[in-house]
């Protein structure tokens, strides 16, 4: 079964800043696109940034477009997704995923990580 996890996850005040990682266990992350979601209560998973395999492509949901940063470091098998400028409704289970093309929809992705909590409250 191929995994992927996450973590960096955490509460933060408004302003805040917050590093996600998602890491692969039982596969090579570097030949995947990378995407991260969100889902907060009550409504659907929204796809906020994904990154394809070599890292030259990038995409942002327009609330977080200027704000949140996808990077990934091939060498280590790891995707980053730096989250400045927090605000209330970022507030969210944070899920990355991994398939063959940088969407920000989540049919196209195969494999998701379990989650982690991103809280922004004062």
């Known amino acids: 079964q191929l995994q992927l996890v996450e973590s960096g996850g955490g509460l933060v005040q408004p302003g805040g800043s917050l590093r996600l990682s998602c890491a692969a266990s039982?596969?090579?992350?570097?030949?995947?696109?990378i995407a991260w979601f969100r889902q907060a209560p009550g409504k659907e998973r929204e796809g906020v940034s994904c990154?394809?395999?070599?890292?030259?492509?990038?995409s942002y949901a327009g609330a977080v477009k200027g704000r949140f940063t996808i990077s990934r470091d091939n060498a280590k098998d790891t995707a980053y997704l730096q989250m400045n400028s927090l605000q209330p409704e970022d507030t969210a289970v944070y899920y990355c995923a991994a398939g063959l093309v940088c969407s920000l929809e989540p049919r196209a992705y195969n494999y998701w990580g379990q989650g982690t909590q991103v809280t922004v409250s004062s």
């Open positions: 990154i394809n395999v070599s890292g030259g492509s990038t």
């Open positions: 039982r596969f090579r992350l570097a030949y995947y696109s």
